[in-house]
């Protein structure tokens, strides 16, 4: 017997909004309203979304609260936003960010 389980199901929460649909990297990802970036890229098993500057190492979400910077993600075409701060919206885009992200801006 398969278990349907999900978060909102687990704590008889009832959305009054309907879900929606955001990008990553090309790939959609369904949510539901309220959720930060980094809880929506979590909850599809996505734990890095950014790299770093020396080494390219993959980080993601760690502190979750804005301080340590370690979500930063490319978010609509800015970078350096606070994937853990920032909500989802209907039609976000999110893309990897690498280094310190601005490699796409001639500066």
Known sequence: MARDRSPAGLVGATPQQPSFEITFDGRPITTLPGRSVAAVLWSAGILAWRTTRRGGRPRGAFC????????????????????CLVPARPGDTITTQEGHGHAGLAV
């Open 64 to 83: 979750g609260i804005g301080h340590c910077y370690d979500c930063l993600a490319t978010i609509n075409g800015r970078p350096n936003r606070r994937a």
